[in-house]
């Protein structure tokens, strides 16, 4: 099945195994036996796994596959997928004979962010919309040795002026930036790349969608 999307029409809390969606069509009740009716709903930047439904109330397990469970904001985007719709995306196969490295099809799933001051995993490889209808304050901390190399995009899909704070530990120029702030200009994004402790910016847009870092 292919992703769809809904908002949750409740703020959902951390530890909170209920949450309350606009709509439910796509979310089916698991049969865990048999394997079929297995759904997943991505909010923010965490994973989970609908144990049960009713109507649009829905029962998760939270914090799936690895993921932090946080608190959601009412309206915040639900992204609704099957199992197999969150699986691996890229695969690369290298020749040990040639050295010639292929990259196949790249499906990099959005992370919608819709609160004031969204907390962005350090390090953490993901892609991340912002659909805040106001502005959203967010942060991000210093990644670990164990996270060099990943990379982390953050675009605005709204007209609005986000901001994003690593206390000195954004690369771009002869000394550390502390914040990046996003024109009001949908599409204005970073690309960030995890590299000795701080994140180098491999892109902070063009045009009139340049992030001003400071």
């Not at 996270?147 to 982390?152: D, P, R, S, V």
């Not at 970073?190 to 902070?204: E, T």
Request: proline share 3%; aromatic share 6%.
């Amino acid at each position: 099945m292919a992703i769809t999307a809904t908002t949750l029409s409740a703020a959902a809390g951390k530890g909170d195994v209920i949450v309350n969606v606009a709509s439910a069509t796509g979310i089916t009740a698991p049969n865990f036996t048999s394997g079929v009716g297995i759904t997943y709903l991505q909010v923010d930047a965490e994973l989970m796994l609908v144990t049960a439904v009713n109507g649009t109330v829905i029962s998760v397990q939270r914090g799936y596959n690895g993921t932090l469970a946080g608190a959601h904001v009412s309206g915040a985007q639900v992204q609704i997928g099957a199992p197999a719709d969150y699986a691996p995306q890229v695969e690369i196969l290298a020749s040990s004979t040639t050295g010639i490295q292929t990259e196949l099809g790249l499906n990099w799933p959005a992370v919608f962010l819709s609160g004031s001051a969204d907390v962005i995993p350090a390090g953490v490889a993901a892609n991340y919309v912002v659909k805040t209808a106001g502005v959203n304050a967010m942060t991000l901390a210093a990644p670990t040795a164990a996270q060099e190399g990943n990379i982390i995009t953050i675009f605005s899909d709204t007209t609005n002026a986000h901001t994003l704070t690593a206390t000195s530990l954004l690369a771009n120029g002869t000394a550390l930036k502390t914040t990046a702030t996003f024109p009001a200009f949908r599409g204005a994004g970073l690309i960030l790349r995890a590299c000795n402790g701080v994140y180098h910016v491999l892109s902070n847009g063009a045009s009139a969608g340049v992030v001003v870092l400071t």
